[in-house]
């Protein structure tokens, strides 16, 4: 498996080659709960896992992976909600920011606008929105049981569907060796409609004062 995106320190196969089962777990509860982690590869880490695993590459369990992944996934959200709740707006009006830019907080806004409390489950699949839809909960005020019923449903779903994906499809040479591709496209497909709306909204004419 090569990096076919970003810096070679990101490549997948070499974070879990480097760090283990440790390392894993640690980079998915940035991801999911530090805002400075949005940049991480999340789900080609799961799914990477679960592809060196099935080639017998990875000498881990597969059910203490995925059971440790969505630990973490969970942790790092409730996490992510705190930093919401206690920083509030502050957290994102920073204009002058290069992390926090303005098209992450509107796309964030309008993914978790469009499909409500679903949101922290369906932003699970998505880059950069699983970072920060969970801080967007915490600074709305989402009401906290509702919304750990529904991270806690996104965390398992996410971590299991996307590590046992990549193990019942680790014999797939094209797969194995495309493994960022395919989750582009994947994640292509699922923001397609997201931008679409905005984009269309932005287009909308502004109400005359």
Known sequence: MTSALGPSWLDAQH???????????????????????????????LFSAGVLVQRDTFHQPLWLIIGLQCIAAIAGNQVGYEIGRRGGPAVFTRPDSRLFRPEYVERTSQFFTRYGPAAIVLGRFVPVVRTFITVMAGAARMDYRLYTIYTVLGGIFWATSV?????????????ANNIELLLLLGVSMSVVPVLAQLVLRRRQPKPRD
């Not at 974070?15 to 080609?44: K, M, Q, R, S, Y």
């Open 15 to 45: 974070l879990i080659e480097t760090f283990g089962l440790l390392g894993i777990v640690a980079i998915i509860f940035a991801e999911c709960g530090l805002l400075l982690g949005f940049f991480l590869p999340g789900d080609t880490l």
């Open 163 to 175: 590590t046992l994906l990549g193990y019942f499809l680790g014999n797939v040479d094209f797969i």
